[in-house]
């Protein structure tokens, strides 16, 4: 959420906390971790050495692709690109919810 308000400048429309709960009922996902704001690459490469993940799944056009590409070499991981879906986008789901409230 740091993350998100320090370089977007918004308020995320979901929290990080109910982010993850959407993604626990997703059966392809075996662990969910909840992240500090990172202040370094360093930081980010430490913790994937760590925690030693398989994929890291990044959006299409990440402009860190590059890091985690490396960070999941380090650890013979891959990384997956996934393509974002426009009706998900946080415009349409802040749409539906102020609709929704009426």
Request: hydrophobic share 35%.
């Given at each position: ?15 990080q906390d109910q982010r993850a709960a959407i ?5 392809l996902v075996d662990m969910i971790l909840l ?11 430490d913790m994937v050495k760590l925690v030693k ?50």
């Amino acid at each position: 959420d740091e993350f998100v308000i320090a370089h977007k400048k918004k308020k995320p429309t979901h929290t990080q906390d109910q982010r993850a709960a959407i993604l626990s009922h997703l059966d392809l996902v075996d662990m969910i971790l909840l992240l500090p704001f990172f202040h370094s690459h360093k930081e980010y490469d430490d913790m994937v050495k760590l925690v030693k993940p398989n994929i890291i799944a990044v959006t299409k056009g990440d402009p860190h692709l590059k890091n985690k590409q490396q960070q999941a070499q380090m650890v013979g991981g891959e990384v997956v690109e996934i393509e974002i879906l426009d009706q998900f986008s946080s415009s349409n789901i802040t749409r539906y919810e102020t609709i929704s409230s009426y």
